[in-house]
């Protein structure tokens, strides 16, 4: 998110916190220049975000029922607030009368705020069950939070941060998380990775120390559009082809029941076979998929493909035959 983006936010919430609030002060609070904050005010109005100058010396505020809520503030905001109890008797003579109510029912709604996440994490967490790595230890059934704080980031939007274990090595990353991606016995999560400026997917399974961290970000379709443009989730290859495959009729419906990410071309044969074109970029991945039919899917083209489908099928000969 720019400097200008956050402070956008700020000036929502100082409005929507006092309003009637003047431009000097807005200017004061954001660190910034009166003239700033005009030309913030027409980017603001250019997305219909209902703020309004009240006239000379009556300031800004909203003039409809918009706001942001809940307070959707972080862990750390929350007990800095908190910790203003300590502080209370001492600066309660320069307090107005109804300050000290105030403050009660904001820290009310905050604890009840965290009480029904709490419990809608536990429930959300039950619905959840992932397989186990082989070296895990069984004895462990203790579950993983992961999930649970990619469902949460992903609702608020909020950007994140971790390690992620990678042909042997963690790295640490920072991501926007888009969406949760089934897979068999996992789940795979595509988001925008801050460190290659691209769209990458992760396994979930091997993010560790996750954390949600203050910064929000807005989802692009364009980009989860242009991801899945392919039938399959692209790990590090580039390179598309347009595969054609006949499936025999005893496996049409069992193809039809697929899913995939954009929608094949199929075709209907007399024959009652299946004629199946889509565009591959991760040919491992494809070739794991088509396995699971067996015979029953043939490969046209391209020729290479073909061959390499022959190549896999002689190694795989040499182990159940090796004279």
Known sequence: MTDRLIRLMRIITLVQAKPGILARELAERCETTERTIYRDMEALS??????ANMGHGRGYMFISHFAMYPLNWSDEEAQAFIQLADVMEDIRPLLKP????????????????RTERVEWAEQVRGMFKEGGIVCQNMDDDEPSDSLLLLLQAGISQNSMEGKYQSQGEMEMIRFDP??????????????????????????????????IIPRTFRKNDYLIQSYFRTA?????????????????SLVV?????????????????????????????????????????GPEAEILEPEHCRNLMQEHLERWRQVYNPK
């Open 232 to 248: 399959w989730i692209t790990r590090g290859s580039t390179e598309e082809t347009v595969v054609k495959i006949r499936f025999s």
């Open 253 to 293: 419906d069992r193809v039809m029941q697929e899913r995939f990410f954009v929608r094949p071309v199929l075709t209907r044969e007399p024959e009652g076979t299946l004629l199946f074109e889509t565009v591959v970029s991760d040919a491992e991945g494809f070739f794991v998929w088509i396995s699971r039919y």
């Open 46 to 51: 250019a997305m219909h975000i209902p703020i």
């Open 178 to 211: 888009y969406c949760l991606i089934p897979r068999e016995y996992q789940f795979d999560l595509l988001a925008y990775c801050h460190l290659s400026e691209r769209m990458r997917t992760f396994q979930v399974n091997r993010l560790y120390d996750l954390r």
């Open 98 to 113: 109804a300050f000290e109510s105030a403050y009660e029912k904001v820290v009310a709604s905050s604890q009840k705020n």
